[in-house]
């Protein structure tokens, strides 16, 4: 996305949620958890912004107030389940009942890198903590307090490509593909209550964590031919959680430029595993016709 959602935007009714609070659990940092954030305030939500770190918090809670918008910025680690759940009360406390849930928070550390057959499950386990674990407690809150008032809402959990494989990071993948399947089961536990839970799969983010370069040679190997950006996420984070998306529930959307569907570089080339000598040569001379139309055009 082009767009910054720090400045105006028109937003449709459908994508309206005023004075809805939303609960940003890794809402700060300056990544997917901020433009997240920003993208809901836009949109003129109250937001809670809860992070590790105050000063991320608090800057994401001005960020949002700039907007025009009720905003709570909260530290706390999420993996202490009981000051996790307290953060959450008092943010429903503060803003009002919690309508829409975003779970940005996970990743993995580089002492969470290793090889399989050398796993540390010291490591193991931090990550499924910092992935998974704290997602439930938060969607055992946040639903719970929805169901009991007969209130509808939504909540989607950021997951990532790597659910269907990590290599030197499987607790991680492993950790994500849980994720996505607790969001169908509560999708269809929930669903006649009202709430909705999907969840948005992100491919290449560039982000402070992550690292900004564009990465060109990997680049040409997505199909929109770009590393994905932090806005692109809270677009379709705000879409999965507005009326827009009201009958789509369980679902995973892939937000990854298309690199999911294959090798954009070679897109124009015949599958190495096509060895018709026939259909080689049909596509040799295509190349060789086009590179001569190519010189005469320069």
Not at 155 to 179: C, D, Q, R, T
Request: aromatic share 4%.
């Amino acid at each position: 996305m082009a767009r910054g959602y720090g400045s105006a935007m028109t937003v449709s009714p459908l994508l309206d949620l005023t004075d809805r609070t939303v609960l940003v659990v890794g809402g700060a940092g300056g990544g997917i958890g901020t433009a997240v954030a920003l993208a809901l305030a836009a949109a003129g939500a109250n937001v809670a912004a809860l992070s590790n770190r105050t000063d991320h918090s608090e800057d994401t809670a001005r960020k949002v107030s700039a907007l025009g918008r009720r905003s709570l910025g909260l530290t706390v680690d999420v993996t202490e389940d009981d000051a996790f759940a307290a953060a959450i009360a008092t943010a429903s406390e503060e803003l009002g009942p919690i309508r829409h849930l975003v779970n940005v928070v996970g990743g993995a550390l580089p002492d969470d890198w290793h090889r399989a057959a050398d796993m540390d499950m010291v490591a193991f386990d931090r990550v499924i903590d910092r992935n998974l674990r704290y997602a439930m407690v938060a969607m055992r809150e946040v639903g719970r307090s929805l169901i009991d008032a007969g209130d509808h809402g939504s909540i989607v959990n950021i997951s990532s490509v790597a659910a269907h494989a990590a290599p030197l990071l499987a607790p991680y993948g492993a950790a994500k593909a849980a994720l996505e399947s607790l969001t169908r089961t509560l999708a269809l536990e929930w669903g006649s209550a009202g709430v909705r839970v999907n969840a948005v799969a992100c491919g290449s983010i560039k982000t402070p964590r992550a690292g900004g370069a564009d990465l060109d040679n990997f680049s040409r190997r997505i199909a929109v031919q770009r590393r994905g950006t932090p806005d692109d996420v809270a677009g379709a984070t705000l879409f999965l959680l507005s009326d827009l998306a009201s009958y789509i529930t369980g679902e995973t959307l892939r937000v990854d430029g298309g690199a999911g569907l294959g090798d954009a570089s070679t897109a124009q080339h015949p599958p190495e595993a096509v060895t018709n000598p026939k259909v080689l040569e049909r596509f040799a001379q295509t190349a060789h016709s086009r590179h001569l139309e190519n010189e005469v055009d320069e």
